[in-house]
């Protein structure tokens, strides 16, 4: 008998080598290499469904659209809802809400009527029916299962015949019959392929839940996005309630929405209307506060940007960043000091986007830049004020994608007038724009005057 052979693969991106490494050579991450035996395929192997080709036209159309889970947020994302057949990967952070999201999605399709079976095999079936009842998820027609073993869940699926089936998660589920460690890419993959082709031919809308963990300990589920049809990732920052669902891949449809949701003692809450939330705390005249319209594919969000400039003890001045990149801030502030002179060299800097949302698009640099300018020279922009453009290394201002989806939110909410690169559309009627073709421009549309002679916070201690 041939026997079992061992490969090494990359639990992130799957690349497989004959030896133990430190580094992928795939993906270039570190200790992310496991071992996994394989045993080897049985001689004569023959193909048991010859498949058939068609003209394009005759193949079968029917049966893919998409049925409505009933949650708003997460159909959006979706593009309608979940397709027979389809299997969807929903990935994030331990913690973030997973199981809850996807709990909410099956009471909802069972109380209009699907069919829904959870295999939980991360937790035992008392503790999520305790969790069932607060969100009111008792729902007959949702069944419930704590297993880890895949043929068991297979079989349970096979006999209930469900019309969704979600696996919580596939890190956890294992097949007895392979030879490598529960847990381990080997076993993720192979039981994800096996749920993909039960999935297919039980017509059979399949939801596997991923932990992402930022160290890859566990089998990221970036081995299993080629598998699925569709996956969606969960984010949000811990400390903030509230929840973000993308669409990384998806066969069915756009991958340009977002999902936005509010964690509540009562479980997930779509929020329709992020704009009342993101803005809802805002101190309108407060110095080195700016609002930016920004865009998260294809969905607008207005959000408050902040900036606090302080002259610094250190000799390293602080450079503190939330929900904005790191690299933007540090361009612009570059910019700021060699173009405009106002130097802060010298000062802590503390930015951040509020409501725990992530702004990392060009758009948000003029946003930035203001914030900072106006956190310097202590005065504040206008209260119906909004900016947004790119900031080039000259100095220069960039338009931006969209601006008139980005302007029409804007103005939805109040705001009546934005700083915007020259070249930027025409607004809606009623708002108006401030075209300025630089940096410097804008800031003097925007009330924040510089003078002539440096501002800001030289470096105490010359380097
Ligand atoms: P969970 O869905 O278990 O996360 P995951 O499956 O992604 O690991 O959610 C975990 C967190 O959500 C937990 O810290 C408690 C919080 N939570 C609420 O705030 N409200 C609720 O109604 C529920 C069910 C959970
Ligand atoms: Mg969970």
Redesign the pocket.
């Given at each position: 008998m041939a026997k079992a052979r061992s490969t090494y693969r990359c639990a992130e991106c799957g690349s497989e080598g004959p030896q133990w490494t430190g580094r992928c050579a795939g993906c270039g991450a570190w200790n992310t290499i496991v071992e996994e035996r394989t045993a080897p395929a049985p001689a004569g192997r023959t193909v048991s469904t010859p498949s058939r080709a068609l003209p394009i036209g005759d193949v079968e159309s029917e049966g893919w659209e998409p049925r409505p889970v009933g949650l708003g947020e997460l159909d959006r994302v979706l593009g309608g809802g979940l397709v027979a057949g389809s299997v969807t990967l929903v990935g994030?952070?331990?913690?973030?809400?997973?199981?809850?999201?996807l709990l909410q999605a099956l009471a909802a399709m069972a109380r209009r009527g699907t069919t829904c079976l959870l295999a939980c095999a991360e937790e035992s079936a008392q503790q999520v029916r305790m969790?069932g009842a607060?969100?009111g998820a008792l729902e007959p027609n949702l069944w419930l299962v704590a297993e880890t073993d895949l043929s068991a869940i297979l079989a349970h699926a096979g006999e209930l015949r469900p019309d969704v089936l979600v696996v919580?998660s596939i890190q956890t589920v294992f097949d007895p019959d392979l030879a490598s460690a529960p847990g381990s890419v080997g076993q993720v993959r192979e039981c994800a392929h096996r749920l993909v082709r039960a999935a297919k031919d039980a017509n059979r809308a399949t939801v596997l839940?991923g932990?992402v963990t930022k160290e890859g300990a566990l089998a990221g589920p970036r081995v299993l996005e080629h598998v699925v049809d569709t996956v969606l990732s969960?984010e949000g920052e811990r400390h903030h309630a509230l929840r973000l669902l993308r669409a990384v891949k998806h066969r069915f449809g756009p991958t340009s929405e977002l999902g936005l949701f509010e964690?509540?003692?009562?479980?997930l809450v779509g929020v329709p209307d992020p704009g009342r939330l993101f803005l809802a705390d805002r101190q309108a005249f407060a110095p080195g506060s700016v609002v930016v319209p920004t865009l998260e594919g294809h969905r607008p969000l207005v959000v408050e940007m902040q900036a606090l400039v302080a002259k610094s003890p250190l000799n390293m001045p602080r450079r503190s960043v939330q929900g904005l990149d790191p690299g933007r801030l540090a361009m612009v502030t570059a910019v700021l000091e060699t173009r405009l002179k106002v130097v802060l060299t010298g000062a802590d800097i503390y930015a951040l986007a509020v409501g725990g949302v992530k702004v990392v698009e060009p758009g948000a640099d003029l946003a930035i830049a203001l914030a900072l300018v106006s956190s310097v020279t202590q005065t504040a922009l206008p209260a119906d004020m909004v900016a947004c453009g790119e900031i080039g290394l000259c100095g220069e201002l960039r338009q931006v994608g969209q601006t008139g989806r980005r302007l029409a939110e804007a103005a939805r909410l109040g705001f009546r007038r934005a700083v915007v690169p020259a070249s930027a559309p025409a607004p809606p009627a009623g708002f108006e724009v401030l075209r300025a073709s630089t940096l410097v421009e804008a800031l003097a549309l925007a009330g924040l005057h510089l003078g002539t002679k440096p501002v800001g916070f030289p470096r105490a201690i010359p380097a």
């Open positions: 994030g952070e331990p913690g973030i809400g997973k199981s809850t999201l969790r607060r969100l919580d839940v932990h969960f964690m509540t003692d009562d479980g």
